[in-house]
């Protein structure tokens, strides 16, 4: 259907979902077979993330580059 969609996909946000995604996961004791819900739980929080970072006034320099993953 859609070739070459790679140039589409944030790969670096892709990686900060996955570890978000792993550290959930790792929290709450690595349950088996819920692979899914922590993946969207992850995209959720950083997508809330980003949005309020790309707020007028929220992005003046003051948050000092801190990690994305959430714990």
């Known amino acids: 259907m859609y070739e070459n969609t ?30 899914t819900e922590y993946w969207f739980r992850a995209l959720e929080q950083l997508l809330a993330q980003r949005s309020s970072e790309m707020e007028p006034g929220k992005n003046d320099g003051a948050s000092g580059g801190g990690s994305d993953v959430i714990h």
């Open 6 to 35: 790679e140039k589409f996909v944030d790969m670096d946000f892709e990686q900060r979902v996955r570890q978000a995604a792993y550290h959930l996961w790792e929290q709450d004791g690595r349950p088996f077979g819920r692979e």
